[in-house]
């Protein structure tokens, strides 16, 4: 085993860490590397002893909780039995067949089949590809572009990235692409007009949609991709009639929906999928973290009946089907996938979610809601956040200097809780494994409070 000191200086010379200022990690001068060396339950252990509630699940993604030796035990009996095969050319194996017809199963709209990757970026890097496929099929080359929205989150890959809506996944690194649009962000707390009804606020979001549809000439426009809540654009549920109001201008104009349920599937909102809560029929949905839990690297696109059909009817005339990756359906990822929804099948995780989430909701509202920083409360089932401003009255925002998020969230984890900093604002962002229970979210609760207390306790008056 090596120290810590040895491991640290290890990994500052040679690990290039995501979203990590580089200079400061190569220094020193940046936050010493932690070292995650287990979890049990709702908890992680690092290598200096410290214990944290992960009130984030990895990222968003450990539903099932860590530890789960059932799960580590299907990955090792499928490497003992075959670690790896190609999918290429109709090759299968049957973990792959079945989980394939489970998700068919239970995903909304009307599924068909399943195309596999190992994350959501390139789930969604997929559906862009699929889109182009569907339409150039059709006969129709011009119906091509995306609209995806302003601080909707779908992956940092080229096409996924130029689909995410915040501006920092795109500086310095050419992008977004173009052929990538976002309409309008569905954040009633700083979207809506004075004395603007949710329903009112839904509306013009669906008539600025059409207009942004028609001002580009629908027989360009291919898709639309969103995520039934938006996640890392700050855990924003969207307003009161708005997938009601801005379905029908897709299907108005024959323009693929594409439902990001990276996040959301699985029973994160209380429901099976986000699609099911909010009453979305896509045309395809792209799942990633909760699939596996995190155990093991695996994306899945599932392809709607309608998508397929002009597909497998256009083979005779162009072939094979030109798109996969050595790891499509990769059998120790499958393994895993199997093994973690029988989890949430038996354990009825999403009915977890919807009770203990409830019980979440409740808490945070109770405990936040009136404090002289908190702008806005807002979740749904396991997912929550708290937005501070500097003036509630106003909604007038911190300095972005003052990094409130950034101090809040620094001063859970000083009393072991890791709860996020969202970007876009001033933003403190939970999503618990989907096992937590009602006294693990009381626990949450209470050094969340004592962490928010802290910050806004000793600040300059």
Known sequence: MHAYDDLAAMDRATVLHPFTNLKDHRSGSGPAPTFVTGGQGIRIKD???????????????????????????????????????????????????????????????????????????????????????????????????????????????????????????????????????????????????????????????????????????????????????????????????????????????????????????????????????????????????????????????????????????????????SHGYTYSGHPISVAAANAVLDIVEREDLAGNARAVGAYFQQGLQQRFAQMEFVGQVRGVGMMGALEFVADRATKKRFDSAASIGGKVSAAARRRGLIARAMPHGDILGFSPPLVTTRAEIDEILDIAYEAVREVFDTMPA
Not at 96 to 117: I, Q
Not at 288 to 298: D, F, V
């Open 47 to 321: 290598a200096q002893g410290n214990s944290y509630i992960d009130a984030f699940a990895g990222l968003y993604c450990v539903n099932i909780g860590y530890g789960r030796s059932e799960v580590a035990e299907a990955i090792a009996e499928q490497a003992r039995q075959l670690a790896y095969y190609h999918s290429y050319a109709a090759h299968s194996t049957e973990a792959l067949a079945v989980l394939s017809k489970r998700l068919v199963d239970m995903a909304p709209g009307r599924a068909s089949k399943v195309f596999y990757g190992l994350s959501g970026s390139d789930g969604n890097e997929t559906q862009a590809k699929l889109v182009w496929y569907y339409n150039n099929l059709l006969g129709r080359p011009r119906k091509k572009k995306i609209i995806s929205r302003e601080r909707g989150y779908h992956g940092c890959s080229v096409i996924s990235g130029s689909m995410t809506g915040m501006s920092f996944y795109h500086d310095y690194m050419d992008l977004p692409f173009p052929g990538i649009l976002h309409a309008g962000m569905p954040h009633y707390y700083w979207g809506a007009a004075p004395g603007e009804s949710e329903e009112d606020f839904s509306s013009r979001l669906a008539r600025e949609l059409e207009e942004m549809i028609l001002r580009e000439d629908p027989d360009t426009i291919g898709g639309f991709i969103a995520e039934p809540v938006l996640g890392t654009g700050g855990i924003v549920p969207p307003p009161a009639g708005y997938w009601d109001k801005i379905q029908p201008v897709l299907k108005r104009y024959d323009i693929l929906l594409i439902a990001d349920e990276v996040i959301c599937g699985f029973g994160r909102t209380g429901a099976a999928f986000g699609c099911d809560l909010y009453g979305i029929e896509p045309d395809l949905v792209t799942v990633a973290k909760g699939l596996t839990s995190g155990y093991a690297p695996l994306s899945a696109v599932i392809v709607g009946e309608k998508v397929y059909q002009v597909i497998e009817e256009a083979a005779d005339r162009v072939g094979a089907f």
